[in-house]
């Protein structure tokens, strides 16, 4: 329990320290602290960010569902063969 305080305190003062002023002041408000840089130059951007973050998500999804329960159950699958070995 104290690692998870730990870790929570420690990614909270990142996210509050993530932005110098300059790029704070230049931001839109729904950025404004969090990253450094240019901000978006037109809406399409926050779509095109909105778009891959979705993929990322469901990527990930996918990703751990099918590592936790991959669901191969034939016993002619490729996997056999390497499971034989050992």
């Known amino acids: 329990m104290k690692t ?4 929570v305190l420690l990614i909270s003062v990142t996210l509050t320290a993530s932005a110098c002023p300059v790029c704070e002041r230049n931001q839109p408000k729904l ?3 969090l990253v450094h840089g240019a901000g978006p130059e037109s809406q399409w951007d926050y779509i095109i ?4 973050a979705v993929m990322v998500l469901i990527t990930i999804y996918f990703s751990l569902k099918w590592l936790v329960r991959p669901g191969e159950a034939s016993e002619s699958h490729i996997k056999r063969t390497v499971l034989k070995n050992f």
């Open 31 to 33: 950025l404004r602290g």
């Open 49 to 52: 960010i909105g778009l891959v």
């Open 4 to 7: 998870v305080i730990t870790l």
